[in-house]
């Protein structure tokens, strides 16, 4: 009998933590969408890059997978189905690109190295074509590497 109320106790503690977390987390979203005047829900999306490498050497490639968030709400967006990966200079230069497909937000991209890069470091770019609407300041940047050892 002893071990049915122990039972019966834990049940309900779960079932109350349960429908705490649920309700908080209902909440959230619901007072975003609340906050907002209708029609003026902006959907941000952004793209996380993750590398395999920092460090680089010319004529090697970039094996690099992404994933797409909405900003707002932390979940993943399946929005764009098209990426644009490019590799920029300091000064900003593309020096290689591809375009990568994505599947329920999430892709995965290769993208070659020149051979003829100087030794520097190099930004990995990445943006949907609904990302240009708000600029640069908003697409994935991750900084890498490359070494030139000749």
């Known amino acids: ?3 049915s109320y122990r039972f019966l106790f ?10 705490v977390v ?5 909440a959230t979203i619901n007072n975003i969408t ?3 005047a209708p029609g003026n829900f902006v959907f941000n999306e952004a793209i996380v890059i993750i590398t395999d ?5 010319p004529g090697e490639t970039i094996y690099c997978s992404f994933f797409s ?9 399946s929005l764009s189905s098209v990426v644009y990966v490019e590799l920029l200079s300091q000064n900003k230069e593309i020096v290689a690109q591809v375009k990568a497909s994505m599947h329920q937000g999430i892709g995965e991209a290769r993208i070659r190295i020149p ?8 930004y990995l770019r ?9 600029g640069p300041d908003f697409f994935g940047v991750k900084r890498l590497a490359v070494v030139n050892p000749f």
Do not use: H, V, W
């Open 1 to 3: 009998m002893i071990i």
């Open 10 to 19: 834990l049940l309900l503690i779960n079932l109350s933590i349960a429908s």
């Open 22 to 26: 649920s309700g908080q987390q209902s």
């Open 34 to 36: 609340k906050n907002k």
């Open 53 to 57: 490498s920092k460090l680089y050497i």
């Open 69 to 77: 968030i909405e900003r707002e709400l932390s979940i993943i967006s």
């Open 115 to 122: 051979g003829d890069l100087d030794s520097d470091y190099y």
């Open 126 to 134: 990445a943006y949907s074509n609904y990302m240009k609407n708000f």
